[in-house]
C-alpha cells in the first residue's frame, strides 16, 4: 500500500495564510506596546534627558508635539490598516444598507450613534471617515459619523457627569447628537461628492484598481491594507505634521482669565467668542475637560463652555488641516461652517436655560 505526497503548492497555499497570522499577530502586539510605550518614552525624553521643564509652555509644547504626532501617526496606521481589510469584505450593497440604505435623517442618526460608539479623536476618525465614503455610504451621512465620532466620548461624559451632574452630561450627549445628525443632513442635501479628493474612491491592490464583487484571497487583503496605509500617509502626513506642530505652539497657551475676559457671562457674544478661540487648539474632550472646570469656576456660564470644549474636539485645527487632503476647500467651508453654527447655537441654548 502506497502513500500519497500532498502537492507542494497545496502545503504551501496553507503555510502562507498560517505565516501572515503569525506575523500580523507580532505586528499588533509591537503597535500595542509602542503605542503603550509612547507617553512614559517622551516624558523621559524631554523632561529628564533634556531637562524641559513640564509645566513651562516650552515643554509641555514640545511634549505634545512629540507625543501627539507618533500617538496620531500610530492611529491612523491601525485604523486605515483595519477599515481597509473590514472594507474589503462589505460590498456596496451590504454597505449601503447598513448605513445608506435609510432614509436621510434616520441614516445621518445612525451614524452619529455610530460615531459614539467609536470615539476616535477627531485626527483618527479621518480613515473611518475615507473607509465609508469609499464603501459607497452617502458623504453626509458619513460627515455625521466624523463629527459624533470625537464630539461625543464617553469619558468626557463620565468626566462631565462628576463636574457637573447627570443633567448637563445628558444635555452634552443629545446636543452633540442633534449637531452632528443635522450637520450631516444638511451638508448631505448639497451634492457634496464633487467636493471629494478623488483617490477616496478609489481602493487599489498591487497598483491595479479593486472592481465591485472582485474575489480576494486573504493575502490580497493584506496587502491592500498595507499598500493603503503607505498611499494615505504619504498623503496626509505633511498636513498632519503642520496641524500637530501648529497645535504644539498654541499648547499650553489657555489662560484661563483671558477666557474669562473676552467671552465671560457680561459678553452677549461669549458662544460665538469661545468658538472662535477654540477652533485653533487641539486636544480631546478628556484632555480639554480640566480648562473647562476652571473656566465655569471662574464664572463662565455653562453654555459658553460647552460650546468652547465642543470647538476644541469637533474642529481641531489638525483636523482641519488633514480634512483638507482629503475634502475640498468648498465642501471643507460648508464643513466648518454648518457645524460651528450648530455649537454656537447650542451655546446660547444652554445659557438661556440652564
Known amino acids: 500500500m502506497t502513500s500519497r505526497s500532498i502537492p507542494s503548492a497545496a502545503v504551501g497555499g496553507w503555510r502562507r495564510p498560517v505565516t501572515q497570522g503569525f506575523t500580523l499577530t507580532a505586528v499588533a502586539w509591537l503597535w500595542l506596546f509602542a503605542y503603550q ?35 496620531i501617526l500610530l492611529l491612523l496606521t491601525g485604523i486605515i490598516f483595519v477599515v481597509t481589510i ?6 456596496l450593497e451590504r454597505t449601503r444598507s447598513l448605513l445608506g440604505g435609510r432614509r436621510e435623517g434616520v441614516a445621518n442618526l445612525a451614524a452619529a450613534g455610530l460615531g459614539v460608539a467609536t470615539p476616535f479623536c477627531s ?9 465609508f465614503v469609499a464603501a459607497g455610504v452617502p458623504l453626509g451621512v458619513t460627515l455625521s459619523f466624523l463629527i ?39 451638508l448631505g442635501r448639497v451634492s457634496p461628492s464633487r467636493w471629494v ?37 504619504r498623503k496626509v502626513w505633511p498636513y498632519l505634521i503642520v496641524g500637530i506642530g501648529l497645535g504644539a505652539v498654541i499648547h499650553g497657551w489657555a489662560p484661563a482669565d483671558f477666557f474669562t475676559a473676552v467671552a465671560g457671562p457680561d ?21 480639554i475637560l480640566p480648562l473647562v472646570e476652571v473656566l465655569y469656576a471662574k464664572g463662565m456660564a455653562i453654555g459658553t463652555v460647552l460650546a468652547f470644549m465642543m470647538s476644541v474636539v469637533a474642529l481641531s485645527l489638525p483636523e482641519l488641516i488633514l480634512l483638507r487632503r482629503v475634502l475640498k476647500p468648498p465642501l471643507l467651508a460648508a464643513f466648518v461652517g454648518v457645524v460651528a453654527t450648530g455649537i454656537v447655537a447650542t451655546g446660547y441654548l444652554f445659557n438661556a436655560i440652564l
Open 37 to 71: 510605550l509612547n507617553r512614559p518614552w517622551w516624558d523621559l525624553v524631554v523632561y529628564d534627558w533634556l531637562g524641559l521643564d513640564e509645566g513651562s509652555r516650552l515643554g509641555s509644547g514640545v511634549h505634545f508635539f512629540l507625543y501627539d504626532s507618533v500617538k
Open 86 to 91: 473590514a472594507r474589503s469584505y462589505l460590498s
Open 123 to 131: 485626527c483618527s476618525a479621518v480613515p473611518a471617515f475615507i473607509g
Open 148 to 186: 459624533a465620532s470625537p464630539l461625543i466620548n464617553e469619558v468626557a461624559v463620565v468626566l462631565l457627569y462628576g463636574m457637573f451632574g447627570a443633567r448637563i452630561a445628558v444635555l452634552y450627549v443629545a446636543s452633540g447628537l442633534v449637531i452632528a445628525t443635522v450637520a450631516g443632513y444638511i
Open 197 to 233: 479628493e478623488d483617490f477616496v474612491y478609489r481602493t487599489t491592490l498591487r497598483g491595479a484598481a479593486v472592481m465591485p464583487g472582485q474575489q480576494l484571497t486573504w493575502s490580497d487583503r493584506v496587502i491592500m491594507g498595507r499598500e493603503e496605509v503607505a498611499t494615505i500617509l
Open 267 to 287: 459678553n452677549p457674544f461669549g458662544p460665538l467668542v469661545a468658538v472662535a478661540i477654540g477652533v485653533p487648539l487641539y486636544s480631546n474632550a478628556a484632555g
